[in-house]
């Protein structure tokens, strides 16, 4: 008779199965469908994930339900060592987002970015070069800056009113130091003597729909506002995911001295000489 601590492992894994084969579908959808730059490059990470999924189910699964030592304990192995990888990796995600990721401009929808208010790890992401054209690729795909495009301002206090996130403060306006004037959301008109200060940001900028400030410091600081944020939801993911890793690795194990139990208690009554 399966134990019920086998039979919970069991569904666990059934459940966890299920999500592997979804998320292979979606990897393999992004790679027949001819996906942007962006769909490519979490392909191959997707991929793998949901291969190392499947098969560690497939181990818990037989391991719990067939009570096969052998399987649950590469399972219960497998187990540890994601739990190990999952621990380091949340404090990783928490120390490389442990700084404030801006201040906030008075009267106005959106934060003033410095590079000094990350960490450097953060920093390295888009001071690359190559990984920054990956970067203002994925940005041209989603079109951060086109929904502001369609919002017509005539005076500019009421775009400032408008709540932009920090990757299209950065990216789909001129920095507030310029002393531009707002013409509409991505329109913007220099001053007659030239911008207010003295920052290479302030030359970069184009009214040109594919270029705005792209190219610009204040930019590449409102992606990093953006990416910190994202990685701060990880972070709270990966504690969710380690509790229940925890959960499954607690309820593993016992479903693994059952299996030696059961086992052992087979090969006892096979005994030839009982």
Partial sequence: MVRVTNL????????????????????LFLQFQGSTECGKSIQLPLLILGGSLCVVSLMGLVGACCRLTFFSAVYQFILFLMILGLCGFTIFSFVVTNKNAGDLISRKGYENYR??????????RVTDASNWEKIKSCMNDAKICHSLGKDVHPVAALFFKKNLAAVQSGCCKPP?????????ATSWKAPKRGPAAPDPDCKTWSNEQDRLCYDCTACKVGALGSLRSQWLKIA??????????IVIYSCGCCAYRNNREDN???????????
């Fill in 176 to 184: 507030a130091y310029c002393g531009f004037t707002a013409v509409n």
């Fill in 236 to 245: 709270m993911l990966n504690v969710a995911a380690l509790a229940l890793l």
């Fill in 8 to 27: 919970f492992v069991g569904f666990l894994n059934i459940l966890t199965l299920i999500v592997s084969l979804a998320v292979l579908a979606f990897s």
């Fill in 115 to 124: 590079l000094g208010d990350y960490s450097h790890w953060l920093q390295s």
């Fill in 264 to 274: 052992r208690y087979k090969g006892y009554k096979g005994h030839p000489y009982r």
